[in-house]
Nanobody
Framework: QVQLVESGGGSVQAGGSLRLSCAASGRTLSRYSMGWFRQTPGKEREYVAGIRWSGRDPFYADSVKGRFSISRDNNQNTFYLQMDSLKPEDTAIYYC?????????????????????WGQGTQVTVSS
């Protein structure tokens, strides 16, 4: 069983920055892809970013490309989402997710259905 716990959310003004963390326990996730998603009321969960087991060549949604950066520390079993130049439309609950069905996957899933385990989410609010 994998447990994921997000932290680092909060309220910030437009143009500001936040760094989200996702601490994993129950299994070492160094061989698996990880993703970050976000969701607002009444909308489906939206893909934000994904990262391979190696940490190389991460993937980003067009809406966050150039502003957000996903990374991982396999030694700490922790994953991060650095969010810069935040906009009000980035306001959402942010979730980290793990895909443990494929070891050493070269292609992190871009859809929520590709992920097996989810954190409880952390709220990010960006005011104008």
């Amino acid at each position: 069983q994998v447990q994921l716990v997000e932290s680092g959310g909060g309220s910030v003004q437009a143009g500001g920055s936040l760094r989200l963390s996702c601490a994993a326990s129950g299994r070492t996730l160094s061989r698996y892809s990880m993703g970050w998603f976000r969701q607002t009321p009444g909308k489906e969960r939206e893909y934000v970013a994904g990262i391979r087991w190696s940490g190389r060549d991460p993937f980003y949604a067009d809406s966050v490309k150039g502003r957000f950066s996903i990374s991982r520390d396999n030694n700490q079993n922790t994953f991060y989402l650095q969010m810069d130049s935040l906009k009000p439309e980035d306001t959402a609950i942010y979730y980290c997710a793990a895909d443990i069905r494929v070891i050493y996957s070269a292609h992190p899933g871009l859809d929520a259905s590709a992920y097996d385990y989810w954190g409880q989410g952390t709220q990010v609010t960006v005011s104008s």
